[in-house]
């Protein structure tokens, strides 16, 4: 395993994130849920829109882009801990426009994309004056296995017709949400891996209906979202094809590994302060005579947590630098194994922490009940974690033989 200490690039950006955050993001959280919460919930929130403006000029833009002159130009390894960052708190990757899906869309449109796509789409997603959302997953089949996807794809003269239904389609609640990243059959006689397709639709489009927002745990995400969506009869013209037809599960396979890589950073940063906030309760709460800090399992948990966090953050690096040094393919069992071992991971210490906060770790006055909302999601998110684990097993069991 390579050493994974900061780079001089990496080491400057990191003193200007966390100088940034620290005077901009954390004083304003609580301004953040109130402007959300005024404004209807479904539409812009001005104090995101300030801070957008206040990052570009800092130069904390696009960091997230690798090997590409259109962003920053880092690694994934010199990333993370700038990903792991932003993960502290629920909005800031939107304010560095690092927030997923246009992340992983945007890396779609820049290695898939025409130069049309790239001018119409990647353009002003790049520049933060749209969003984007990813519509892959489907209420009637097990969208775990991209195969199954049911949802139509048909030509029809210069255009596709696009017919289905989807949901948890993270985004489309963004008032700027201009563009879907759509996949869905073309072809369903094909090899099975040849069946999908990807086709780019506006969100504008006619026959796009938004049936209603899914909640986790309660939570509803606003303004981002977690939709359910109808497609009826979606008309888009042909030139909006991704690659071409039965290329839909090729591309997948090469926008989710870097997407759930970001996961993790962004849930080791979760995890991080919620030790922090553990560490500070338990010194001063005090329960049968003495602090929490004084108390056995207490202690053992916060050590448990620190190992937990710098096992998991060891394998995010180490799945970074295989992703850059050989490519997202072939570091598919590392990808498979921190997708697994981080949500875990946090969900595991996020709960720690609100047990030693008491009653007040599952209320609203503390970040833990959102952020342990969050990090069990991401079990889900991108693939369960039954599938990583079944194709890290399969992997393991062809190494021997």
Known sequence: MPGFDHNERTAALLARLRSFMQEHIYPNEALYHRQVDE????????????????????????????HSDRGAGLSNLEYAPLCEEMGR????????????????????????????????????????????????TEPAVASCDATNIESSIVRDGDDYVING???????????DCALLIFMG??????????????????????????????????????PHGHMEIVFDNVRVPATNLLLGEGRGFEIAQARLGPGRIHHCMRVIGMA???????????????????????QGVIIERIANSRIMIDQARLLTLQAAHRMDQVGNKEAR??????????????????????????????????????????????????????????QLGRMELARHG
């Not at 130069?59 to 690798?66: D, R």
């Not at 239904?165 to 008032?175: H, L, Y």
């Not at 770790?361 to 990090?375: E, P, R, W």
Request: include cysteine; proline fraction near 6%; charge should be positive.
């Open 39 to 66: 404004g209807g919930r479904w539409t812009r929130v001005p104090l995101v829109e300030e801070l957008k403006t206040k990052a570009k000029a800092a130069g904390l833009w696009n960091l997230f882009l690798p």
């Open 89 to 136: 708190v629920h909005f800031s990757s939107t304010v560095f426009n690092c927030a997923a899906p246009d992340t992983g869309n945007m890396e779609t449109l820049e290695r898939f994309g025409t130069e049309e796509h790239k001018r119409r789409w990647l353009q002003p997603l790049l520049d933060g004056k749209i969003r984007s959302a990813f519509a892959m």
């Open 165 to 175: 239904r989807k949901w948890w389609i993270s985004g489309v609640g963004e008032p």
């Open 185 to 222: 059959k073309t072809d369903p006689a094909a090899d099975r891996h040849k069946q999908q397709s990807m086709i780019l639709i506006p969100r504008d489009t006619p026959g796009i209906t938004v049936v209603r927002p899914m909640t986790v745990f309660g939570y509803d995400d606003a």
């Open 272 to 294: 991080e302060r919620a030790l922090e906030d553990m560490c500070s309760r338990v010194k001063t709460r005090v329960a049968f005579g003495k602090p929490l800090a004084e």
């Open 333 to 390: 069992a590392e990808i498979a194994m921190i997708k697994v071992a981080a949500p875990n991971m946090a969900c595991q210490v996020i709960d720690w922490a609100m047990q030693a906060h008491g009653a007040a770790g599952i209320g609203q006055d503390f970040v833990l009940a959102k952020h342990y909302a969050n990090a069990r999601k991401i079990r889900f998110a991108d693939g369960p974690d039954e599938v990583h684990r079944h």
